[in-house]
């Protein structure tokens, strides 16, 4: 945490312990004297203890004698010298109280890794250990100081013991309150939820005056309030609307009004900090508990989002398998078949032509016997890299099985359909297939080439004329292109149905 050094700072901050201090006594203390209701200047003083660093437990010391050394003067019964005597040992309790706090509130920050409002589970420890703790183990001394000089009037065990807790409820009250807003003003989320939550705010205050002031049976009716700020504004809008009507309380209270002052004034005020706490306790939870399940929202989409992400391209991938053929890394057949259904649609729709081509690789059996299996995997994998390269980007170039390629040409006809064959054709014939080990293969193709028609019902009778083309082309002696348009009867042959339907 930041420790500004220069005088200003401990000034305002001493001058806020101070105005906190005269403030919660002013607006209602117990027994006509300096134990306030709520006792705001003990969160200033772990605040101070927060920001000054090494000054901070002379300033506390300091501020504390100031705001109580004029209550023990005010008393006739006590001399100057007693008066001033008490004011020191009231600030040295207050000072250990606020850095037995500090050192808590240090030790949660390390271990929350800087959360100090975690998963609500672990709020009561923190509320403990930072509020209650600090106040139980010094407040008990300063009941012990006023009563052995005489300023508490009533000694009976029950009464000493209900001041007791009003004290440590009051300074619990005051550190529990005033934290989170300095942690709020410390993340300029102060300002920011004001201006966000003001008319929530302003129905606090307007109800708790109401309740106070004019109808008391309304109280109850603050808590549906108080659980929409928690639940909407989080922990910043609590600590505000609760020290809006708390503080409230204690004056209307103070003055003799709303549903606790019908009692002694003791009575009232031990109710009204039951109320407080109660009421504070329950929506810093209830603000956690809402903190928490939002934090595991955002954690839970995040991964949702991932796991997406994963299956996306997961899913991207599976269709990249699924969809393009192992060896020569070109689509497959059925990847080839989707598309060239589409074409077709399309082509038929927009009126514009459309071809396809065979291609077989001549005599690669012998290919294969020569020079082994790996390298006839190689002249594939070749000979599908240049026909890929020789076509538009808008053609498919498709691997059909074996030593088979097929090819989709979108408003290709028949005749530039022919061309494109005949370049294929010419490149593979005159591109010695050089690879490591081996001498280098010429290989020749076959193509069939047949355009889109009137008589073509479905893709398998486009394929099985193309078919019929490389089957010709074949029986023409290879290395050649056969255009179905063109095919002279001669070429087929009784087993050309048996070959289109492969
Ligand atoms: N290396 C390799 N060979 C394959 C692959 N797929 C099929 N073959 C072989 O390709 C050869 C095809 O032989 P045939 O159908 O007789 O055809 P061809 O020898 O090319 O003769 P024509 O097509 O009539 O010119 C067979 O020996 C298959 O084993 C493959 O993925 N890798």
Known sequence: MKQNHTAI????????????????????????????VVWLASGAGLILMLRLGRIAPYAVL??????????????????VRVAL?????????????????????????????????????????????????????????????????????????????????????????????????????????????????????????????????????????SLPIMLYIAVRYLQPGVSIALFIMTQLCVVGTAMGYGQFANASSALAFFNLQLFIFAIMLTMQYHASTQASLQRRQGELEQQIQARTQELISANAQLLELASTDDLTQVPNRREWQKRCAEAIVRSRRYKQPMSIILLDIDHFKKINDRHGHLIG?????????????????????????????????????????TIVAEKLRKTIEAEPLNFEGSQAIRATISLGVTALSMIDLTLDDLITRTDEALYA??????NCVINSDTMSTSYLSPGMNHSAQR
Not at 140 to 149: D, E
Not at 165 to 176: E, F, K, R
């Open 9 to 36: 700072t401990p000034l305002l901050l001493m001058l806020m312990y101070i105005g906190l201090g005269f403030f919660s006594i002013q607006l209602g203390s117990l027994n006509e004297g300096n134990l306030a």
């Open 62 to 79: 300091l501020s504390s004698f100031a705001v109580n050394t004029p209550f023990y003067i005010a008393k006739d019964s006590l001399s």
């Open 85 to 221: 005597l008490c004011g020191l040992t009231t600030a040295a309790v207050d000072t250990l109280q606020s850095y037995l706090a500090q050192r808590q509130y240090q030790q949660l920050l390390l271990t929350e890794k800087g959360d100090i409002w975690p998963a609500s589970h672990r709020l009561p420890i923190h509320w403990l250990r930072i509020g209650l703790l600090p106040c139980a183990l010094t407040m008990p001394a300063l009941i012990l100081l006023q009563h052995s000089i005489g300023l508490m009037q009533s000694g009976t065990p029950s009464e000493m013991i209900r001041s007791t807790l009003s004290l440590i409820m009051g300074d619990t009250a005051g550190i529990l309150l005033m934290l989170p807003l300095y942690q709020c003003w410390l993340s300029r989320r102060l300002m920011h939820t004001l201006r966000r939550a003001w008319l929530p705010m302003l129905g606090v205050t307007v109800f708790t005056v109401i309740a106070i002031f004019f109808y008391k049976y309304l109280m109850v009716l």
């Open 377 to 417: 995997d190689l002249v594939l994998k070749r000979i599908s890299q240049i026909c890929v390269s020789k076509l538009r980007t808008i053609d498919t170039f498709a691997r059909w099985g074996g030593e088979e390629f097929v090819i989709l040409l979108p408003e290709t006809d028949q005749q530039q359909a």
């Open 473 to 478: 082309a074949k029986a023409n002696g290879r």
